[in-house]
């Protein structure tokens, strides 16, 4: 998806940080943390995950899909691409 490359470093900051959350859950689960720290640390990676693929999924939106200037095909496309990504996140 080439027209995120104009988000790359934003988007790339949000990855590490939730790389970080990732490897924050493994650090609980070795050190035998309590159960509700590992919880908590689950959902915010969670959270994080969400609102990369909702900042993902409106890029897509907005290029692929609601651009002025695509044809039906270059739209039909699109739309489907973006259903197919939700339909995976959704099982």
Do not use: F, W
Not at 69 to 79: M, P, V
């Amino acid at each position: 998806m080439a027209h995120l490359s104009s988000h790359n470093d934003a988007l790339l900051k949000r990855v590490r940080r939730i790389a970080g959350q990732v490897a924050a859950i493994e650090r609980a689960l070795t050190s035998a943390a309590e159960c509700a720290e590992t919880l908590h640390l689950i959902a915010a990676t969670r959270g994080a995950i969400n609102g990369l693929l909702d900042e993902v999924i409106e890029a897509h939106l907005h290029d692929h899909v609601a651009r002025p200037g695509l044809g039906d095909a270059e739209r039909a496309q699109g739309a489907e691409e973006l259903l197919a990504a939700i339909r995976r996140y959704s099982k």
